[in-house]
């Protein structure tokens, strides 16, 4: 069976390895291919970093900084207290010793003139994650927050994803913008991929910053309506609010309320030229289920919160048996 999720950090991640584990437990022969958001990117002291590329790697394979959810495990600072001996910063983004490592052989191999995707590939060679990790662009596209600052002119400042994230912690913001989107092209073999699943899956990442900045690569949603391939989502809202991240932050900015409900529904019914065929809420949220349904999607209520392994894969299964249930089988 091929399956396809687009995916971004940590949400996602932890997902993918329920996802890895359910299809382990019930003996299916799968293969998944993970398309991951490269919007997050960030190039500091010359190093390019790809935080959701590498929360996806770590996490699926066995790196990953378990507290975090990105970095790496047992990690220390020694090189970012030199650098900020040297004056060298920022010092809000914490870059660890072993991460750093990722970061100098995938900005070699850039250096050298292989893309993100050869890099990518590269690195995945060491962490084996059990899926193939796809740039969802070899192309710069890269998530800009536009906040309000009543000390600028126009009252306003547009800033980098990691900036707004990190260092400020996603204050309310007021536009969000994949830059250089409309530019970059799908990576060798997303498209592809996309259109010979069995399956698409939409992991709970950020309807926003993660999923959207996949779907703002030309080609890609356009791919994900062709594929013959059931397209089944998770709401990475619960009760109202997200289970983490600033979901909230990025949805209020693009005008779409923090509901189960009300991202399915921005996400649209695949048969009224949206992208799902089916969508997940959590069982606290079952009183949503039949706005979801009325809006052409399928929708079951179940249990969503990644709590552990068990239930991520059990969300997994959820998932599957609904995208079954779509298709027709
Ligand atoms: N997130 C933080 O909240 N603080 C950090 O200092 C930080 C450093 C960092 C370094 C490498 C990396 O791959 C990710 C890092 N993140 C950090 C997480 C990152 O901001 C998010 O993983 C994504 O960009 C959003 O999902």
Known sequence: MQVVALAGGIGGARFLRGLLAHLDAAAVAAE??????????????????SPDLDTVMYTLGGGIHPEQGWGRAEDTRSVQKELT???????????????????????????????????TAVLCERWRPG???????DDPVTTHVTIAD???????????????WVRLG??????VIPVGADKAAPAPGVCEAIGSADVVLLPPSNPVVSIGTILAVPGISEALAATPAPVVGLSPIIGGAPVRGMAD??????GVPTS???????????????????????????????????????CRAVPLLMRDLAASAAMAAEALTLAAVVAGR
């Open 131 to 137: 899926v193939r990790l796809l740039p969802m662009s």
């Open 32 to 49: 998944v291919t993970v398309i991951g958001n490269t919007a997050d990117d960030i190039v500091l002291h010359g190093l390019h970093v």
């Open 85 to 119: 001996a040297y004056g060298e910063g920022p010092e809000w983004f914490a870059l660890g010793d072993r991460d750093i490592a990722t970061h100098l052989v995938r900005t070699r191999l850039l250096s050298e003139g292989a893309t993100l995707s050869e890099a």
């Open 170 to 175: 996603a204050p309310d913001a007021l536009a």
């Open 249 to 254: 932050k990025m949805l209020a900015a693009i």
């Open 150 to 164: 009543p000390s600028t002119a126009d009252g306003t400042r547009t800033l980098h994803f990691q900036e707004y």
């Open 260 to 298: 189960a409900a009300a991202v399915a529904l921005h996400y649209g019914a695949r048969r009224a030229g949206g992208l799902l065929d089916g969508w997940l809420v959590d069982s606290g949220d079952a009183a949503s289920v039949a706005t979801v349904e009325a809006a052409g999607i399928r």
